[in-house]
């Protein structure tokens, strides 16, 4: 198992340098650079702009800026923002991630106390009326997308009902203790349920699926004919099985969580990593978008490793020495 955890590290840095590749190839072949839109104003002469560019190394070759950002991310330095003057990428991701993070882990949690259970249940009863139910709403979940259902969340629950905040992290900036953590997930409550809506209504399906499936295999009618109880048949052998898909979507979903966090943190104007992701591409900000997107690639291949890892404790019969 060890050996397999350093081979899938090693092969991390061959596959994080085809990503930084690919990330620095596709924000520069977009047309435009940080001075364009600037240009149109007439009180300020190009020459400025164009003294800026030099300076910021744009007008050097390709592979001169390529090698010169890897050199610096490998350090940890991913440059100076374009856009916010004087500040490191890294201290802008750094004032941001924490938000997202909490929003990610926010919302996994809400779609698996929701989803497993019912999807459990519906396996259970098939046909009934919550099985229905859960189908239904399955479909929604899927066909609705996430930017359509915060924009309706905002205004019944909070600008139709008063419930919830409609954006930002905290009321206020004198909160502490247990206050600020009920404060910070009042204000996460729609925005978490609005990035878990796809994932909850999939893992819903996918788990309907698998304990079906599982609960008509002989080794299941065994145990039952044995006199083994419904719970120890659902808990020690049907769950345990009906879980590895579920494990390997939660390896994917990593990843996802903060890639689909960008559109909903643009709707309740979330202070994430999404809303300075998205004000980055607006203004051509070349170091902040690299950085980010470099970010969610490792983040993606994280969640595979871990999903590897989880497999072998679900089910003792995958070996991977």
Do not use: C
Not at 206 to 229: C, H, N, P, Q, W
Request: a neutral charge; proline letters at 5%.
């Amino acid at each position: 198992m060890y050996k397999y955890i350093v081979r899938r590290l090693l092969i991390f840095i061959p596959m994080l340098f085809a990503l930084t590749v690919i990330v620095f190839g596709l924000v520069r072949a977009a047309p435009g650079d940080p001075f364009s839109g600037r240009l149109l104003d007439p009180d300020i002469d190009p020459k400025i702009f164009e003294q800026q560019r030099e300076a910021a190394g744009l007008n050097d070759p390709l592979p001169v800026q390529y090698f010169r950002w890897v050199s610096g991310a490998l350090q940890g330095d991913f440059g100076e923002s374009f856009v916010y003057r004087g500040r490191e990428v890294s201290d802008l991701i750094a004032d941001r991630i924490e938000n997202t993070l909490y929003l990610g882990m926010f919302s996994l949690f809400i779609t698996l106390i929701v989803s497993i259970p019912i999807g459990i249940y519906s396996a259970r009863k098939p046909y009934s009326l919550l099985d229905y139910g859960a189908t239904t709403f399955g479909f929604l979940g899927l066909a609705i997308p996430n930017f359509f259902f915060g924009l309706v969340a905002i205004y019944f629950f909070s600008i139709h009902l008063g419930w919830f905040p409609s954006q930002g992290t905290v009321s206020s900036s004198g909160l502490e203790g247990i206050e600020l953590f009920l404060d910070k997930l009042h204000h996460l409550f729609l925005p978490g349920i609005t990035l878990g809506l796809a994932s909850t209504a999939a893992y819903m399906r996918y788990m309907r699926s698998e304990v079906l499936d599982v609960l008509g295999k002989d080794f299941i009618r065994t145990a039952k004919a044995k006199g083994m109880t419904d719970r120890n048949v659902l808990y020690k052998h049907t769950l345990r099985n009906a879980l590895i898909p579920i494990i390997t979507l939660m390896g994917f979903e990593i990843g996802l969580l903060l890639s689909g966090a960008v559109i909903t943190e643009g709707v309740f104007q979330y202070p994430g990593l999404g809303t300075l992701f998205l004000t980055s591409i607006g203004n051509r900000d070349y170091p902040v978008i690299m950085a980010i997107n470099l970010l969610l690639g490792f983040f993606i291949l994280l969640g595979n490793l871990l999903a590897d890892i989880f497999y072998s404790i679900v089910d003792p019969r995958i070996r991977y020495d």
